[in-house]
């Protein structure tokens, strides 16, 4: 894809990188050598492995093509452009955003289809997507209400004759967030769309937020049966999308979803993982579906948080430079994976844990056993890298000796 950006470069705004003389752009220093531990970036920092996320990103395209699903990977993880080319040359059908700022930004940055997983209900938003719509941009949004088709309607009331907007109506289920709570409801707003000049494509849903797998499961089978009342009922065109997936479930929707079950349609099964590229040491490692399918695949944690030891004030405790500022802590605090020593020797470590952060101190709990030292080194893996990116605008991509080789950089 084509990015509409200025030439970036590094300099005293990019946290967690210690360049102060001056910029440097990013192309000459990814391609200058450094090593992570040698100078050009002080602590903590947040660096991402290349190796891991290409194998992320070719194991997902894999998974997708076995079970003959469409790919779009939800770009609200990083959304940093090297990583959402990596996942468009792998194959992925489009990019899932969660608003419309991040739609307007994956246009700027040349991405040809988003799909918004979210109602779009803003009249400006609304308007300017018609607009480049007009001109060639794919973009499809969610609607789960009548009175979400009479907003979209009433923005578009001016708007001269062109390619229609597209739509999947939501299915969600009692208790969850957005979405028609039966699969009438869904009939129901189908219905309405056929009065504006809004096209119906099919449904989605989201089951991340159901309790387990029997949950997922029987709401994944509603959402089947919405999607074959909508084509019977002759509400949808040729060609209907059905889309679901976070990054927990993934293995289900293939259960539920795949196959050729819609007959006299063209069935386009999207999923819409977005996690997995970098995936983590917590929330997702714990999750991941290819836990329950390990034939089918792996995901490696591409994300390391450096931090350095500040003090050791008494016994058991050691005080790290880190804090809710560099770590997500919503889903699980930072797990300690090594130790690096002033002297460069590093070494692997168990029994460490973290038990609370401030703003930018890390409260570590350290076992009798081990010994740390101001000045020391302690890389953590992350847990949930949807709240990582947001906190780091600027991460060095390093090889697996730690050499920096590029930079990767989010817009938000």
């Known amino acids: 894809m084509r990015h509409q950006l200025d030439e970036p470069a590094l300099d005293w705004r990019a946290k967690g990188f210690w360049q102060p003389d001056g910029p440097v752009p990013d192309a000459a220093f990814g391609a200058a050598g450094h090593s992570l531990f040698g100078g050009a970036v002080t602590w903590p920092v947040l660096a991402v492995r290349r190796s891991a996320v290409a194998h992320n990103v070719a194991t997902m395209a894999e998974f997708c093509a076995r079970h003959g699903f469409s790919f779009a990977p939800h770009g609200k993880t990083s959304m940093a452009p090297s990583l959402l080319d990596a996942q468009l040359s792998a194959g992925a059908w489009a990019i899932t955003v969660a608003t419309s700022n991040q739609a307007l930004a994956c246009r ?36 789960d209400s009548v009175a979400g088709v009479e907003v979209i309607g009433a923005a578009l ?14 299915l969600g289920f009692p208790g969850g967030r957005t979405g028609c709570r039966t699969v009438e409801q869904v009939v129901e707003v189908a219905e309405a769309l056929a009065a504006t000049q809004v096209r119906l494509d099919g449904v989605a849903g989201y089951e991340g937020g159901l ?8 709401y994944l089978r509603r959402l089947r049966t919405a999607a074959t009342e909508l084509a019977h009922r002759g509400l949808v065109g040729p060609e209907v999308i059905v889309s679901a997936g976070g990054s927990a479930w993934f293995d289900l929707v293939a259960e539920e979803l795949g196959g050729a079950w819609l007959t006299g349609h063209d069935l386009r099964v999207v999923l819409r993982s977005g996690a997995y590229v970098t995936h983590d040491h917590g929330f997702y490692a ?7 399918i390990p034939g089918q695949g792996r995901l490696d944690a591409a994300l390391e948080l450096w931090a350095q030891v500040t003090s050791t004030p008494e016994p058991g405790l050691a005080i790290v430079g880190m804090g809710k500022r560099d770590a997500p802590y919503d889903e699980g605090l930072p797990v300690p994976l090594r130790i690096r020593r002033r002297s460069g020797v590093e070494h692997a470590v168990t029994g460490m844990t973290v038990s609370r952060l401030n703003d930018h101190h890390g409260y570590l709990s350290v076992p009798p056993d081990v010994e740390l030292y101001p000045g020391d080194l302690v890389c953590f893996g992350i847990s949930h890298p949807c709240t990582a990116f947001d906190k780091w605008r600027v991460l060095p991509v390093v090889d697996d000796d730690h050499t920096i080789v590029d930079l990767l950089r989010t817009y938000f």
């Not at 040809?112 to 499809?140: H, I, K, M, S, T």
């Not at 001016?158 to 939501?170: C, H, N, Q, T």
């Not at 309790?211 to 029987?218: H, L, Y």
């Open 108 to 143: 700027a940055l040349g991405v040809p289809r988003v799909l918004l997983a979210n109602e779009l209900l803003d009249p400006e938003p609304l308007r300017w997507l018609a607009r480049e719509v007009d001109r060639g941009f794919e973009a499809l949004f969610f609607v």
């Open 286 to 292: 714990a999750h991941t579906p290819f836990r329950r």
């Open 211 to 218: 309790p387990d797998g029997a949950a997922v499961s029987a």
């Open 157 to 170: 009331a001016d708007r001269p004759a062109g390619a229609p907007l597209r739509v999947l109506v939501e």
